[in-house]
């Protein structure tokens, strides 16, 4: 259960996303990724911008989610309150060789990962016991509670921004 969409404007955000990227602390995590802070706040235009898009497809992204489901979120009551918002997110750069462990994001509803830059050879993201290959450029929107991980890396360069999303059914 994986939702992609190509971003429109990625080439136009790239540039200053990497630059602000560069200036911010990394730190090394398990299988020697490194992974930023985890931020709540917006720092730049082009992730104001790059969120507001991702924002504006989450609750199409959802009704494909819950299709058939029988989830409650398909009652015509909920039909008006399909609100869902970023709750934070933070940058992730895989060096040589570099993994990172089978995990997951509950509670929270919904993840993405952006992909800033995504050489050729980049490892896939495996979610659901599946291959993703990822690509610049591209949006990848998943459950929460779906486990995934991502293999050693081949090539340098893999950058991306990934987040957590919350349902705001109330608001
Ligand atoms: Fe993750």
Redesign the pocket.
């Known amino acids: 259960m994986i939702e992609t969409i190509d971003c429109p404007f990625a080439s136009e955000i790239k540039e200053n996303v990497i630059s602000w990227l560069t200036n911010e602390k990394f730190n090394s995590v398990t299988g020697e990724a490194y992974k930023t802070k985890e931020y709540t706040e917006i720092h730049i235009q082009e992730i104001k911008r790059l969120f507001d898009w991702i924002e504006s497809h989450l609750s199409e992204i959802s009704d494909k989610f819950a299709y058939n489901t029988n989830s409650l979120y398909n009652n015509e009551i909920r039909s008006s309150t399909k609100k869902f918002k970023i709750d934070s997110y933070w940058g992730l750069n895989y060096p040589l060789n570099s993994w990172i462990r089978p995990?997951n994001?509950f509670p929270h509803a919904l993840?993405f990962t952006y992909y800033i830059s995504a050489p050729q050879n980049s490892a896939p993201l495996i979610l659901d016991h599946k291959e993703h290959f990822v690509k610049e450029g591209q949006l990848l929107v998943f459950p929460s509670y779906l486990m995934?991980w991502v293999p050693p890396a081949k090539v340098e360069g893999r950058t991306l921004l990934?987040g957590d999303i919350v349902y705001l059914s109330r608001f």
């Open positions: 995990h994001h993840s995934h990934s």
